[in-house]
């Protein structure tokens, strides 16, 4: 059973940096044909998919987000990071990772719970 899990800061002020982990186990992020994805929900709003990175380490963003977003991973601890640069209030949303596949894995068969984040001074 694939299992993921994201950690990181609840609250950040507007204008600093947010930094997201997500864990995973039963699977290896290294496993071919796989896309290991941060979506987040705003409050009242739909998901919103934020960018993705192979298991070659490819990245993938949305053309919104990409100037200020990177998404690495560490192979050795199985996890990937979402880094998302001078936050605002607009920021704030439960963010998820998960796994997908087929093109740019936009296909999802495994979610984290999601983690709330917020932006608020």
């Known amino acids: 059973q694939v299992q993921l899990r994201e950690s990181g800061p609840g609250l950040v002020k507007p204008s600093q940096g947010l930094s997201l982990t997500c864990n995973v186990s039963?699977?290896?992020?290294?496993?071919?044909?796989?896309?290991w994805t941060w979506i987040r929900q705003p409050p009242g709003k739909g998901l919103e998919w934020m960018g993705t990175?192979?298991?070659?380490?490819?990245?993938y963003y949305s053309p919104s987000l990409k100037s200020r977003t990177s998404i690495s991973k560490d192979t050795s601890r199985n996890q990937f990071t979402l880094q998302l640069w001078a936050v605002t209030p607009e920021d704030t949303a439960v963010y998820y990772c998960?796994?997908?596949?087929?093109?740019?894995?936009?296909?999802?068969?495994?979610w984290g719970r999601g983690t709330q984040f917020t932006a608020s001074s």
């Open positions: 998960a796994r997908g596949w087929g093109f740019l894995g936009i296909t999802i068969d495994y």
């Open positions: 039963g699977a290896s992020i290294t496993m071919n044909d796989y896309f």
């Open positions: 990175i192979t298991s070659t380490g490819r990245t």
